[in-house]
T-cell receptor, first 116, second 117 residues
Framework: DAGITQSPRHKVTETGTPVTLRCHQTENHRYMYWYRQDPGHGLRLIHYSYGVKDTDKGEVSDGYSVSRSKTEDFLLTLESATSSQTSVYFC???????????????FGNGTRLTVT | SQQGEEDPQALSIQEGENATMNCSYKTSINNLQWYRQNSGRGLVHLILIRSNEREKHSGRLRVTLDTSKKSSSLLITASRAADTASYFCATDAAFDAGGTSYGKLTFGQGTILTVHP
């Protein structure tokens, strides 16, 4: 799994509570991404990072924030969870080592989040 | 909006048959990638084809790209029960000189392939 660990693997939380999902990589890669996967929508990009403290929004960033204080950790926070954020969340890294685009992404095994 | 749209949404075949999945996209791309996802797992990269390539092979996989039609196809030959999975295309958008996509990919909704023994 290319050294990517997501935690927790499963979580059930109540509406209105904050939730933080963690993605940890052991390979010192610069580019990291958070996607959510929902039936009928495929995978949609939430946020991404191109270095420590360098992050930007993706297609569906409302209600989410991220932080990257170390190369190896990329955290996704749902500031106040809603039922529409029930989903499977995937972290991915790119093996891109220079500014040469076109590398594939390597995914973690996902976090299944249920907001009740 | 979804950059990649896949067809069919579901495909059921017998072991040994070939499986073909199609992907259409809307904007100019640097490359197009195909991924496989087994139930309950993350996506696994299968093959990448660049915008200046027309066909690429990897084992039993054959990918074609037609940039004039903004479409790609994935062919799995001599399918096996172990090929049962969801398959996704993903595009890496092209930007003008000086711009970058930061490697962000836009995924289609996927094709569910079932291969019966």
């Amino acid at each position: 799994d290319a050294g990517i660990t997501q935690s927790p693997r499963h979580k059930v939380t109540e509406t209105g509570t904050p939730v933080t999902l963690r993605c940890h990589q052991t390979e010192n890669h610069r580019y990291m991404y958070w996607y959510r996967q929902d039936p009928g929508h495929g995978l949609r990009l939430i946020h991404y990072s191109y270095g420590v403290k360098d992050t930007d929004k993706g297609e569906v960033s409302d209600g989410y924030s991220v932080s990257r204080s170390k190369t190896e950790d990329f955290l996704l926070t749902l500031e106040s969870a809603t039922s529409s954020q029930t989903s499977v969340y995937f972290c991915a890294i790119s093996f891109k080592r220079r500014e040469i685009w076109g590398s594939p992404l390597h995914f973690g095994n996902g976090t299944r989040l249920t907001v009740t | 909006s979804q950059q990649g749209e896949e067809d069919p949404q579901a495909l059921s075949i017998q072991e040994g048959e070939n499986a073909t999945m199609n992907c259409s996209y809307k904007t100019s791309i640097n490359n197009l990638q195909w991924y496989r996802q087994n139930s309950g797992r993350g996506l696994v990269h299968l093959i990448l084809i660049r915008s200046n390539e027309r066909e690429k092979h990897s084992g039993r996989l054959r990918v074609t790209l037609d940039t004039s039609k903004k479409s790609s196809s994935l062919l799995i030959t001599a399918s096996r029960a172990a090929d049962t999975a969801s398959y996704f295309c993903a595009t890496d958008a092209a930007f003008d000189a000086g711009g970058t996509s930061y490697g962000k990919l836009t995924f289609g909704q996927g094709t569910i392939l079932t291969v019966h023994p």
